[in-house]
Structures are given as C-alpha cells and as structure tokens.
C-alpha cells in the first residue's frame, strides 16, 4: 500500500514555500527460511520450523525433505514452499538436513576354554545397528582374531576386531578376551 506524506503549514518572511508530498510504500515482503538441522543416520527427522523476515507472514509455508529414516549419509535440501501463505511479495530460502554417521561398536565376544582344547569359533557382537539392519550392511566385512592356539599357554589372550566398513557408519572396535585354563582347572563353559 502507498501512503501520501503530507507537508503543510509552514510560514517564513522571505521565502515562498511550495510543499513536495512524499510517499511511504508499505509492502508485505517477507524472506521466509527454512532452518537447517543435523541429524543421525537412522533417527527420525527433526520437527522442521522456520524464521521470518520482514513483514509479518499471514498463513503457514509447507516445509518438505525427502530424507527418511533409512536415507544414506549426505545433505538433503528442506524445501520450503507458499502453502497456505497469503503474503503477495514472499522470498522462500530453503533450508538444509544433514545425516551423519551413526555409532557402531562391533564386540568381540570372550571365551574360556582348556588348554589343548580346539579355539570356539570367535564371534562378533554389534550395537548400534539402525532401521533392523545386520551385518550386511558391512562393505568390508570385520575381521576377529587371536593370537592364541589351542596349544597356547595357559593365560589371557586378546581377541582383536578390526577393518570393519560401514557406509552410514561411524565403527568403534573392543577387544574381547580368549582365557585359556590349566587341563586341571574347572572353569563353567557355558
């Protein structure tokens, strides 16, 4: 809308005035944005809100993302868009999602067994998997291992993890222990 700015009334001895009205234009220009989030690989999106600029804006904007729940790692535009807004001058500036890595740690299980006994088979243990995942979700496949034998001495052996690669996946390794008992200890092997 445009309003006239009205000059009047004013008196000097030794001049003769002539009034130049302005104008004020008032718009209803807003700059709506979307604000940007980070989330976990696996996690639900965030609630998506926005800020405003300008004018007050009348009505809601729709606020979309592709990204689901099962979205590989990256950046996702927030794509916001008129909806119900009524403002005829609006500026929508999207806004971005990024999806992390999430935390997994891969356990190598512990054993005890006799010595002069065969070594069980050494197993892994995740935590962390996201969205029902298993183990095939490995581009390099875990490694476990251990120095031991079944002919070893009696003691503790470490039980190591390693090379394991995830695409959405930040790994952390934890070794396991592998006791190997005197023939005459009992031990439960359960």
Avoid: H, M, W
């Amino acid at each position: 809308a445009i309003y006239q700015i009205i000059v009047s009334d004013a008196e000097a001895k030794n001049y003769e005035i002539k009034y130049v009205f302005g104008s004020l234009t008032i718009t209803d220009d807003a700059v709506v944005t979307a604000n940007s989030y980070s989330r976990v690989y696996g996690d639900d999106n965030p609630t998506f809100e926005y800020s405003v600029d300008g004018a007050t804006l009348s009505g809601i904007p729709s606020i979309t993302c592709a990204a689901t729940a099962t979205s590989p790692v990256g950046t996702y535009d927030i794509v916001i868009a008129k909806g119900d807004v009524t403002n005829s001058e609006v500026t929508f500036v999207n806004g971005t999602l990024t999806i992390t890595k999430a935390p997994l740690t891969i356990t190598a299980k512990s054993y005890t067994i006799k010595q002069g006994k065969d070594l069980p088979t050494l197993e892994l243990e995740y935590s962390g998997l996201k969205n029902n995942e298993t183990d095939t979700v490995f581009t390099t496949k875990p490694v476990v291992s251990t120095t031991a034998t079944k002919y070893s001495e009696p003691g503790s052996y470490d039980i190591t993890v390693k090379d394991a690669e995830a695409a959405n996946y930040e790994i952390t390794f934890v070794k396991g222990t592998l006791t190997i008992a005197k023939k005459t200890e009992t031990y439960d092997d359960s």
